[in-house]
Structure formats: C-alpha cells, structure tokens
Nanobody, 122 residues
Framework: QVQPVESGGDSVRAGGSLRLSCAVS????????LGWVRQAPGKEREGVVG????????YYDDSVKGRFNISRDSAGTTVYLQMNSLKPEDTGLYYC???????????????WGQGTQVTVSS
C-alpha cells in the first residue's frame, strides 16, 4: 500500500512559520485531492487545506486562510504546506490526507500516513 512521507513538523513560537511536505512515491491517478487534516488533543479531527493535483485549485478552512498556503510540485506527487503566523490553536498532529474529487469538502479528507507534530507555544 502506498504511504506518503510526511515531514516538517516542529515546535515554534507563536508568529513563527513552518513548512510541511507530503511526498507520494507512487500514484495511479493523475487527478486527486491531496491536503492536510489535523487533530489536537481532546479535539475532533479537522480538515485544514486541500489541493486538486490536476489543476492546482486550492481550498482552505477559514481558520487558516491568509496564513497557510498549499502548493504542489509539477508531478503532482508532493505537496507543501507553508504555515505562517502560527497560533497556539494550530497545534496538533498534521496528517497528509487524500480523497477523490471534489476537493472542497475538507472534512471528508482521509488521513494517510503517520502524521507530523506541530506545536505552537505562546
């Protein structure tokens, strides 16, 4: 089973930045949704951001609009999440996630991978 390689999680102070990446070595579809979901301790998992690998359309949860930016490489097998102006409420385990199109339903992305921890201190 194909598993993504996630990286980039770390501990930062509020206002700082991090860049997450999710690399998929093999994929048979050329068009799919790839993004990130996160889960904080004691809270439900939430969809954060998604991108349609075919045309690059992006989708953001309101809580991260203007602060986070998702992008993909030209092959569509790696996505990057640039996180700026981080807040303590951004703390959580971030999972690379995927679903088949349509990509705008962030809450319906399925976690995929082991996750990478992001901790933002005040």
């Amino acid at each position: 089973q194909v598993q993504p390689v996630e990286s980039g999680g770390d501990s930062v102070r509020a206002g700082g930045s991090l860049r997450l990446s999710c690399a998929v070595s093999e994929w048979t579809r050329k068009d799919y949704c790839l993004g990130w979901v996160r889960q904080a301790p004691g809270k439900e998992r939430e969809g954060v951001v998604g991108i349609y690998t075919d045309d690059g359309r992006t989708y953001y949860d309101d809580s991260v609009k203007g602060r986070f930016n998702i992008s993909r490489d030209s092959a569509g097998t790696t996505v990057y999440l640039q996180m700026n102006s981080l807040k303590p409420e951004d703390t959580g385990l971030y999972y690379c996630a995927t679903r088949v199109p349509p990509c705008r339903y962030l809450s319906e992305y399925n976690p995929w991978g082991q996750g990478t921890q992001v901790t933002v201190s005040s």
